[in-house]
Antibody, heavy 121, light 107 residues
């Protein structure tokens, strides 16, 4: 059974950094693109970033480009999101999600339960 | 960017009801639209892929229809366990975008 577990969320001051992790199990992590998606309080889901199966391709939403960095360690079956220069508008529950298929542009088959990031002074 | 307009934002349903949730795309997305169900504190569940295909293991009272710009998620014979937050996702155009979601509660 596919399992995605996010961690690393918390309360952080504006301008500071935070690193989120997503531990994967139950599938061949090495062959799927992985995404981060977030949901701000009272808002809909917002795609944040995607990384290809081997880490060679990464794409970011304009709202986080230049501040967030996505990486993965396939040997540890773990996805990371390094978030720098955090802003109040980055406050959200952050979810990792696995691509539906080996097609990079597919939707998402599985989601984690999310980790809450609160940016506040 | 493709905007998905989902409606209604909130609705109440009685067990046995037929529930329809709409998702309208701002441009043609073929059938590259998925539906998800999420309950508070839980991971979202993939219920409909490619607009109309029921994901294995999902009860057949769920169905999806539509192509191009207009899509609908239907729950026939609504059950209390179906009370949840539902949202659509398009993956035809970059970036991936979502509908604003629909909260379905039990009347």
């Amino acid at each position: 059974q596919v399992h995605l577990v996010e961690s690393g969320g918390g309360v952080v001051q504006p301008g500071r950094s935070l690193r989120l992790s997503c531990a994967a199990s139950g599938f061949n992590f090495n062959i799927y693109a992985m995404h981060w998606v977030r949901q701000a309080p009272g808002k809909g889901m917002e795609w944040v970033a995607v990384i290809s199966y081997d880490g060679s391709h990464k794409y970011y939403a304009d709202s986080v480009k230049g501040r967030f960095t996505l990486s993965r360690d396939n040997s540890k079956r773990t996805l990371y999101l390094e978030m720098n220069s955090l802003r109040a508008e980055d406050t959200a529950v952050y979810y990792c999600a696995r691509a539906e298929s080996q097609d990079f542009w597919s939707g998402y088959a599985n989601w984690g339960q999310g980790t809450l990031v609160t940016v506040s002074s | 960017e493709t905007t998905l307009t989902q409606s209604p934002a909130f609705m109440s349903a009685t067990p046995g009801d037929k529930v329809n949730i709409s998702c309208k795309a701002s441009r043609d997305i073929d059938d590259d639209l998925n539906w998800y169900q999420q309950k508070p504190g839980e991971a979202a569940i993939f219920i409909i892929q490619e607009a109309t295909t029921l994901v294995p293991g999902v009860p057949p009272r769920f169905s999806g229809s539509g192509y191009g710009t207009d899509f609908t998620l239907t729950i026939n014979n609504f059950e209390s366990e179906d009370a949840a937050y539902y949202f659509c996702l398009q993956h035809e155009n970059f970036p991936w975008t979502f509908g604003q979601g629909t909260t379905v509660e039990i009347k």
